[in-house]
Every structure is written in C-alpha cells, then in structure tokens.
C-alpha cells in the first residue's frame, strides 16, 4: 500500500505509532508495507513512517475498514520504549529511528 504524492518526494518521513485494541500479528499488516507490529497484551502498537498526512490516513483507513479498534494515535519521539525493541519483528527489516 503505497501512498503519497510528488510533493512529498523530498520530506522527510516521520514514525508514529499507532496503538489498537487487541492482538495485531505481523502478517495481518503485511499490505500496509513497512508496519512494525509489538505486542503488549491487551493491546498492539503499530509503528509506521509516513511523510505526509495521506500515508498515515492510509494506514488508518485500512485498519477501521477491518474494524480495528485504534486506541491512539501519536508521533513517536524516540523516546522511552514501553516494549523491549528485541521483541520488535519487521519483515524488511527495517525499524523506525
């Protein structure tokens, strides 16, 4: 699921981290692309990068038209990681920062 326009081609992209009521797996986020999934029990935290307003309503969409329930929505700072980042599984191998 590739999103975007030409106008985006030259910012920078920006992780968020998206959390959901649930267990998500890695696999049901596939379409999404470059989608990290962590499990902490109860609920489910997606974190993608999105350069523009579009990317991210993407992945928002996908996920309510599946009835997922979305919990929050914030820009990930880099700060403290609730969930051990060894635990964190990513089918291209590559994390947001």
Do not use: N
């Amino acid at each position: 699921m590739e999103t975007g326009s030409k106008a985006s081609a030259g910012r920078k992209a920006r992780c968020f981290r998206v959390t959901v009521r649930g267990e998500v797996s890695q696999t049901f986020v596939e379409p999404l692309g470059q989608v990290f999934v962590e499990s902490t029990g109860d609920e489910s935290i997606l974190s993608c990068e999105a350069v523009d307003q579009a990317k991210l309503q993407a992945v928002l969409s996908w996920l309510y038209r599946r009835s997922v329930e979305i919990v929050s929505v914030v820009p990930d700072d880099g700060g403290a990681d609730p969930v051990d980042p060894s635990l964190r599984h990513h089918l291209s191998g590559r994390q947001c920062p």
